[in-house]
């Protein structure tokens, strides 16, 4: 599913304003990222958000490509930043990896747990169905 970068680009930039996410970069990713998507105007804060809205605590992006996951890539692969040169097409001042490393952002700023919503409401009903017994 390609989604209409330049559109989300402006979207996503007017919403997260001052933030610059600051990365680490990889020569590879091992098992603990998972293809997501592919975006042509590419840039953290996309990926963050798709990714962590999902649940999923790490991305990594190389130019358009998206990766999600719960953990980071194992530190022996972790490599210098300098090798995450690439800028982002939708956001030039941030880098979208390098021609072989990953640049892998944490979606603090975006994680949604997956099980928030339906502990959520299954507290509610708990505590709504406590207190309507009790009267």
């Not at 999923?56 to 999600?68: D, K, L, P, S, T």
Request: aromatic content about 8%; charged content about 20%.
């Amino acid at each position: 599913m390609k989604l209409h970068g330049a559109a989300i680009a402006l979207t996503l930039a007017s919403s997260v304003q001052a933030y610059s996410p600051e990365g680490t970069c990889y020569r590879q990713l091992g098992d603990s990222m998972q293809p997501h998507n592919t975006y042509t105007y590419q840039m953290p804060t996309l990926s963050m958000r798709v990714c962590g809205q999902q649940g999923h605590r790490y991305v990594a992006i190389r130019g358009v490509e998206c990766y999600c996951g719960s953990s980071k890539p194992p530190e022996k692969f972790e490599v210098s930043l300098e090798n995450c040169d690439t800028p982002c097409r939708g956001w030039p001042s941030d880098k979208c990896g390098g021609k072989k490393a990953w640049s892998v952002y944490s979606t603090e700023h975006f994680f949604k747990p997956r099980s928030s919503s339906s502990r959520t409401s299954t507290t509610s009903m708990s505590e709504k169905a406590s207190s309507t017994s009790e009267v």
